[in-house]
């Protein structure tokens, strides 16, 4: 499986953005799928994940209630809309496919798209 993550861009704290992560190669349809993020001088952390059906997605409490995972598997995306954008939430956002079941643990993604930049100003 391929991945693309786009979407990113600089936003002012309190904006929006939707990412997108588009996948070749397979279906994404029996791929559970997840957000990380990194920013500068961290290390990568867990943003959001969904199962393969798109039911029970779950978050990082950094950012629940403000972003929202989806899928179209028709479409073999993945989204994250972003909400009330802060400053704390500027990093290199990275979309990733594991089999089985949605995790928080990066190890259990198999593929990783290469990363879109959002930057929050202040």
């Known amino acids: 499986v391929q991945l693309q993550a786009f979407g990113g861009g600089l936003v002012q704290a309190g904006g929006s953005l939707r990412l997108s992560c588009a996948a070749s190669?397979?279906?994404?349809?029996?791929?559970?799928m997840g957000w990380f993020r990194q920013a500068p001088g961290k290390e990568r952390e867990f943003v959001t994940a969904i199962s393969s059906s798109g039911g029970s997605p779950y978050y990082t409490d950094l950012v629940k209630g403000r972003f929202t995972i989806s899928r179209d598997n028709a479409e073999n995306t993945v989204y994250l809309q972003m909400n009330s954008l802060k400053p704390e939430d500027t990093a290199v956002y990275y979309c990733a496919a594991a089999r089985g079941q949605a995790s928080a643990r990066s190890r259990k993604y198999e593929y990783w798209g290469q990363g879109t930049l959002v930057t929050v100003s202040s």
């Open positions: 190669g397979r279906t994404l349809g029996s791929y559970a």
